[in-house]
């Protein structure tokens, strides 16, 4: 249970939260309006909404923001088509590399991640030359301080989790796709609204990374997280938190 959490998406290193406020909200309203779009404007039976929701609040997303994607979707959009897609490739010391994209342009999104894959050190493959070394699971993500790990850690069980990974700052939880929505309501329920909760994409196995490499990689992994069309990017890397350290002090 203890111990710090290596499968972290991007979003949570360190450096990464002072990226621009209103990208951020961008990316989660375009989620909320997408999932509204699909399958309706009330969370209570929609889940996808219901989780896009929760993350949107614990990132502080405004609730007119909130409200104002929720409407847009629930009214059809704002006639724009989004596509999700899946990209793959490598980057920097042979890491693997998931970039989740919503867009209304596939020829535009597929260049531009090409191109930041190609001048970041990597190369963008096919899909499915790296998907098989993750797999997609739930991730409901509690602050540290909701409850000790033990407490958490038998709560989350009961709720039907498959996992939990503990540290000062936070805990997390992992369960079946199939399930995050009811393991993130009871523990809701329990604890209070998580910080995160959605499908991810965990590395079976990390690839150790440090020196130049580690530098090149985040890099490279900040570039793509920056794109627009960009909703998630997940990396099967392991830094150790002194190399982190330093490359964030410069």
């Not at 959490?5 to 209103?22: E, P, V, Y």
């Not at 596509?83 to 342009?105: F, K, M, Q, W």
């Not at 850690?153 to 796709?177: K, M, N, Q, R």
Request: net charge negative; hydrophobic share 35%; aromatic share 6%.
């Amino acid at each position: 249970m203890a111990g710090h959490s290596k499968f972290k998406n991007i979003m949570h290193r360190k450096g990464a939260q002072d990226k621009k406020r209103a990208q951020l909200f961008a990316k989660l309203g375009k989620e909320i309006m997408v999932a509204a779009k699909m399958g309706g404007g009330d969370p209570d039976s929609n889940s996808r909404l219901r989780l896009a929701i929760q993350t949107a609040r614990a990132q502080s997303m405004p609730k007119d923001n909130i409200e104002r994607a929720i409407q847009k979707g629930a009214g059809g959009g704002d006639g724009t088509d989004y596509e999700e897609i899946r990209y793959e490739g490598y980057g920097p010391a042979g890491v693997a590399i998931i970039v989740d994209v919503l867009t209304d342009n596939r020829n535009r999104s597929a260049a531009d991640i090409r191109s930041i894959f190609n001048k970041g050190g990597g190369n963008m493959g096919e899909t499915g030359s790296v998907s098989f070394m993750f797999d997609r699971v739930g991730q409901v993500v509690l602050k540290g301080d909701a409850a000790d790990a033990e407490t958490v850690f038998e709560a989350a069980l009961e709720a039907g989790a498959e996992d939990v990974v503990s540290s000062e700052d936070a805990h997390e939880i992992i369960c079946a796709a199939e399930d995050l929505s009811e393991v993130s309501q009871a523990l809701e329920e329990r604890f209070g609204e998580p910080d995160e909760s959605k499908l991810v994409w965990k590395p079976q196995n990390l690839t150790p990374v440090d020196g130049d490499a580690a530098e090149s990689l985040l890099r490279l992994l900040d570039n793509l997280d920056d794109n627009d069309d960009v909703q998630n990017v997940y990396a099967n890397y392991d830094i150790s938190d002194e190399v982190m350290e330093k490359i964030a002090n410069g």
